[in-house]
C-alpha cells in the first residue's frame, strides 16, 4: 500500500457547522502533513506531526485542529470556518522528517 | 517572501519536444529539492528530488539539473507528451519533508 487516503473527497460545509477531514496511510510512516491550497496557488504548510506529536503549527487560525489519534491516522477538525478558507486541503507523509513527502488526492472544502 | 521563485508561470510545448521549468532560491541552508507534478482536482505526485552532493539526476523522460553555486535547479521534461499538460510545483527544504517551500508553480500544456 502506496498511498495517502484522504476523505471526504469533497466537503460543502456551513459557518457554523462542525466537520472533520480524515487521513490515513499505511506505508509505516511517522511523520504526517496538513496543507491548504488555493487554486492556482502551491500548497501552504499548516501542521506537522512527527511520531504523533505535534511539532510545526504554521500559525493556523484556532478554527483549524488537528489531531493524530495513531501513527496512520491525522484528522483536521474544522470549525466555525469562513468563506475564504474554502481550499483543498491535503495530507502528506514521510518515513521521516528528512524523508520524500508522498500527498493525498486531497478534500475539496467548500463554505457557504 | 517567496523563498523559491519559479519561471515560466505557463508553458506552452509541442509534443515531442523539451520542456524546462526553472527554480532559484537564496536560503543556502536548503538542502533537498523535489519535483512534483499536480493535475487538476488532484494532489500533488512527487516526480524526482535531487539534493546538492549531485548536479544532474536523471528518471525516465525527466531531468533535474542543479546548480549550487547559482542557486538554480530545473526540470527539463524530455519528448513531453499530451499527458505530461500539468501543473509543475519545484520545492525546496532544509532537511527533506519537513516544511518544504514551494514555488508558484508552472502550468505546462503539450499540443499534439
Known amino acids: 500500500d502506496t498511498e495517502v487516503t484522504q476523505t471526504p473527497k469533497h466537503l460543502v460545509m456551513g459557518m457554523t457547522n462542525k466537520k472533520s477531514l480524515k487521513c490515513e496511510q499505511h506505508m509505516g510512516h511517522r511523520a504526517m502533513y496538513w496543507y491548504k491550497q488555493k487554486a492556482k496557488k502551491p500548497p501552504e504548510l499548516m501542521f506537522v506531526?512527527?511520531?504523533?506529536?505535534?511539532?510545526i503549527n504554521e500559525s493556523v487560525p484556532s478554527r483549524f485542529s488537528p489531531e493524530c489519534p495513531n501513527s496512520s491516522l491525522l484528522n483536521l477538525h474544522l470549525h466555525a470556518l469562513q468563506p475564504e478558507d474554502s481550499a483543498l486541503y491535503l495530507c502528506a507523509s514521510s518515513r521521516g522528517e528528512e524523508d520524500e513527502a508522498f500527498f493525498g488526492q486531497g478534500t475539496r472544502l467548500t463554505v457557504v | 517572501q517567496q523563498q523559491v521563485k519559479q519561471s515560466p508561470q505557463s508553458l506552452i510545448v509541442q509534443k515531442g519536444g523539451i520542456s524546462i521549468i526553472n527554480c532559484a532560491y537564496e536560503?543556502?541552508?536548503?538542502?533537498?529539492f523535489p519535483w512534483y507534478q499536480q493535475f487538476p482536482g488532484k494532489g500533488p505526485a512527487l516526480l524526482i528530488a535531487i539534493r546538492p552532493d549531485v548536479s544532474e539526476k536523471k528518471e525516465g523522460r525527466f531531468t533535474i539539473s542543479f546548480n549550487k553555486s547559482a542557486k538554480q535547479f530545473s526540470l527539463h521534461i524530455m519528448d513531453s507528451q499530451p499527458g505530461d499538460s500539468a501543473t509543475y510545483f519545484c520545492a525546496a527544504s532544509k532537511t527533506g519533508a519537513n516544511n518544504l517551500f514551494f514555488g508558484t508553480g508552472t502550468r505546462l500544456t503539450v499540443i499534439p
Open positions: 536560503n543556502t541552508a536548503f538542502d533537498y
Open positions: 506531526y512527527s511520531y504523533e506529536k505535534l511539532s
